[in-house]
């Protein structure tokens, strides 16, 4: 027999292969020993030295992937080509697939969360090595719904026990901004709208760093905000011939969707930048609006921090300052004041508006709840009155004095018993 093997009886290397019935058999031709026997399935390592070994041991079992692990498997890998994603990044997200499906949960699992597995271990895949990929991208890619991803992305990294790093903002936003069509003129996009990716991309980023301070990232899609803070950034750059644009009309020239809440977060951003305009000297006599004041985002970011400390901040600070000294001045002083006031006829300056509270949105615009209907009493005044609810009702001393004596004779008629017949 080619390939080695020795007859256990006689040494022999002459073996041969021996059909008996629907089983393959050695048999030593110098001896007629029957070496093997009814071997269905062998290890790799076994197959040298003709052994049986039993079935959960064998090659065989590598065999054992459901079809649907199997379709999984390749969704896995046609994703990370979708993505261009390196060949390392395949490898680990088809090992968290293969680690996720030997729990009998995820087996037995629905079709719809099988498929949005897949996209679960390539998004764990890519927040580990710090690949800016969101939950929304792969939900597109996968039509999936993004409750459901969601759900099944918290299990998943339970289930593992995996440690997977929240995604940067700032790379999430390079990401984002290079996929917008206006940095190169086209015929789609006339030639005043084109605009410098590095100077779009700057100003963006400080829009969203604003954005971040202010509460309006917190707890957030980021898309709906970065889009947002582009638009602005845009429109800043040339005002003069941006300002008719509508976010609307922008999305479709950056050939992007517009997210939903995109138009509320717009607001959010210009209430805030209007704030920070009322502290500045050179801006207060212009009465700026919502669509005015993006001329002057390059200056408002210039002092972005001081400006948001006077606007949001210090100005709480300085008001209960405020209102300790006038206190304390209306306590020693108030004589003088007014002899003071009285020789020096100056008109009273108008108290200025208290600053804005620096809390998230949610806490300033609480959500309207449902007040349940009160369950219908029907009172009919024949129901009893315990004795802790009637010194509620007593309001003078005559009448706690009244009911004291009736609780007296109450009580001594109990005493005494009943008349005997």
């Known amino acids: 027999m080619p390939g080695g093997g020795r007859c256990p009886d006689c040494g022999s290397t002459e073996l041969v292969e021996d059909s008996h019935y629907s089983q393959s058999q050695l048999v030593c031709s110098d001896c007629g020993c029957v070496v093997t026997e009814g071997v269905l399935t062998t290890t790799f390592s076994e197959e040298g030295n003709l052994r049986e070994v039993t079935y959960s041991r064998s090659t065989g079992e590598n065999e054992q992937v459901s079809r649907s692990q199997q379709r999984g498997l390749c969704r896995v890998r046609d994703l990370c080509r979708v993505l261009q994603l390196p ?22 699992a629905r079709l719809q969360k099988k498929e949005v597995l897949v996209g679960c271990c390539v998004l764990i895949t890519c927040r580990q090595h710090n690949w800016p990929l969101t939950m929304g991208t792969i939900c597109t890619l996968l039509y999936a719904d993004l409750d459901v991803f969601s759900g099944t992305y918290m299990q998943i990294v339970k289930l593992l026990g995996l ?33 410098d990716k590095e100077k779009m991309l700057s100003r963006t980023l400080q829009l969203v760093e604003l954005a971040d301070e202010t509460w309006l990232v917190t707890g957030r899609h980021p898309l709906p905000v970065i889009t947002a803070a582009t638009f602005l ?25 517009l ?5 509320s977060r717009l607001q959010e951003l210009l209430a805030v930048l209007l704030r920070m305009a009322e502290q500045l000297a050179w801006l207060q006599v212009l009465k700026l609006d919502k669509r005015s004041v993006v001329k002057y985002i390059g200056d408002l970011l210039q002092h972005r921090h001081t400006l948001i400390r006077k606007a949001f901040r210090e100005g ?31 008109p009273e300056r108008k108290r200025s508006a208290s600053p804005a509270l620096l809390l998230p949105p ?15 009493s029907t ?28 609780q007296a004779a109450r009580q001594s008629a109990a005493m005494s018993g009943p008349n005997p017949p």
């Open 259 to 263: 997210p939903y809440p995109a138009s």
């Open 163 to 195: 440690d997977v790093p929240s995604l940067c903002l700032i790379d999430l936003v390079k990401t984002y901004c290079s996929s917008f069509k206006l940095f190169q003129a086209s015929p789609s996009v006339p030639a005043k709208y084109v605009e």
């Open 87 to 108: 060949s390392t990044f395949e490898d680990t997200a088809v090992a968290y697939y293969k680690q996720a499906y030997r729990h009998s949960g995820i087996r037995a």
């Open 316 to 346: 709480t600070a300085e008001v209960e300052a405020q209102k300790e000294l006038q206190g304390m001045g209306q306590g020693q002083g108030q004589g003088k004041e007014e002899v003071g006031n009285s020789s020096l006829d100056f």
């Open 233 to 257: 950034a845009w429109q800043s750059l040339q005002p003069s011939n941006r300002l008719t644009c509508s976010l609307t009309r922008f999305c479709k020239l950056a050939n992007v969707d």
């Open 379 to 406: 009172v009919t005044g024949d129901e009893n009155i315990s004795d802790s609810e009637i010194e509620q009702y007593l309001r003078t001393p005559q009448e706690v004095r009244d009911f004291q004596r009736a």
């Open 362 to 376: 949610c806490m300033l615009k609480p959500p309207k709840r449902v007040c349940p209907t009160p369950p219908i």
